[in-house]
């Protein structure tokens, strides 16, 4: 089941807004993982409450620390499920 965009948009909002970007197909996630110098981070965001109550805070709380990875990107499971699938797969 996809989620409708009006349902997942202020949960995309809540990590673009710090910078987080945003990767909806497979070929920009194969593209992030092929083109990152250095460290990469993927983070799986969902409308579940995990994400809500754990998963988003905490990472606006560690892209605070000055060790951060080089790239922060996100996928968005039930919405951009090809590119899900693809982060999940490396």
Do not use: W
Not at 19 to 30: F, I, K, M
């Amino acid at each position: 089941m996809t989620y409708p965009e009006s349902l997942v948009a202020p949960m995309r909002a809540e990590l673009t807004r710090l910078g987080v970007e945003e990767l909806r197909t497979a070929a920009d996630v194969d593209a992030a993982v092929k083109t990152t110098d250095g460290t990469l981070m993927i983070v799986v965001n969902s409308v579940c409450g995990c994400a809500a109550g754990k998963a988003r805070p905490g990472i606006a709380l560690a892209l605070q620390h000055p060790a951060r990875p080089d790239r922060v990107t996100t996928v968005f499971a039930g919405a951009d499920r090809e590119a899900t699938a693809r982060a999940r797969s490396y």
